[in-house]
């Protein structure tokens, strides 16, 4: 990878990051002005609800999530975290160019999650009925795992999962499957 593709990489990844502090938008429109509204910032209850315990028990992680900021919900134990997080998509406009935002966002952060050790896959099956989903995960199940979503509601979900000690991959994936389910219902 030469330091170009790095200073790309780092520039967008920063880019997204930053983003967090912009306004999140729903798809709902404000029947007044045609605007789209505003949405609330994660509860704590909508936190627990995207990171099920049966989810983080597969997983082998026992522990409570807690806000980490706005629309990001983490447990963190050091080798095994987990975050999931709703990324914004637009700061301003209207409803109607939700979808299409959404949809570059999600093939935007898709592409963003190729790398030189694994492979990014589409719609993987063992995602189950998730459509819109792409995922990197280690071919040992040793290391980060990442899942981006886009929901039904036009919500770009990032989910990420550090897990340094798993035998193979198949609760890996069953863990991501059920944090993928809870994402689709909480957003």
Same mark, same amino acid.
């Given at each position: 990878?030469?330091?170009?593709? %790095?200073?790309?990489?780092?520039?967008?990844?920063?880019?997204? #990051?930053?983003?967090?502090?912009?306004?999140? %938008?729903?798809?709902? #429109?404000?029947?007044?002005?045609?605007?789209?509204?505003?949405?609330?910032?994660?509860?704590?209850?909508?936190?627990?609800?995207?990171?099920?315990?049966?989810?983080?028990?597969?997983?082998?992680?026992?522990?409570?999530?807690?806000?980490?900021?706005?629309?990001?919900?983490?447990?963190?134990?050091?080798?095994?975290?987990?975050?999931?997080?709703?990324?914004?998509?637009?700061?301003?406009?209207?409803?109607?160019?939700?979808?299409?935002?959404?949809?570059?966002?999600?093939?935007?952060?898709?592409?963003?999650? #190729?790398?030189?050790?694994?492979?990014?896959?589409?719609?993987?099956?063992w995602l189950g009925s998730a459509a819109d989903t792409c995922a990197r995960t280690p071919v040992d199940g040793k290391?980060?795992?990442?899942?981006?979503?886009?929901?039904?509601?036009?919500? /770009?979900?990032?989910?990420?999962?550090?897990?340094?000690? /798993?035998?193979? /991959?198949?609760?890996?994936?069953?863990? /991501?499957?059920?944090?993928?389910?809870? #994402?689709?219902?909480?957003?």
């Amino acid at each position: 990878m030469n330091l170009f593709a %790095v200073a790309t990489v780092g520039v967008v990844l920063g880019a997204a #990051a930053s983003g967090v502090a912009m306004a999140l %938008v729903e798809q709902r #429109a404000d029947t007044t002005t045609g605007t789209a509204v505003l949405s609330e910032d994660m509860s704590a209850r909508q936190c627990a609800l995207a990171v099920p315990p049966e989810a983080m028990q597969t997983l082998g992680i026992l522990a409570q999530p807690g806000l980490t900021g706005r629309n990001e919900c983490e447990v963190a134990l050091g080798s095994r975290d987990i975050l999931v997080s709703r990324r914004p998509l637009l700061s301003g406009g209207s409803a109607a160019d939700l979808p299409v935002a959404a949809r570059q966002a999600f093939e935007i952060a898709c592409g963003l999650l #190729a790398d030189d050790t694994s492979d990014v896959e589409r719609a993987p099956a063992w995602l189950g009925s998730a459509a819109d989903t792409c995922a990197r995960t280690p071919v040992d199940g040793k290391g980060i795992s990442e899942v981006v979503l886009l929901t039904d509601a036009h919500s /770009l979900v990032e989910i990420r999962v550090l897990q340094l000690d /798993l035998p193979d /991959l198949a609760p890996l994936h069953e863990g /991501l499957a059920g944090l993928v389910a809870a #994402a689709e219902v909480v957003w």
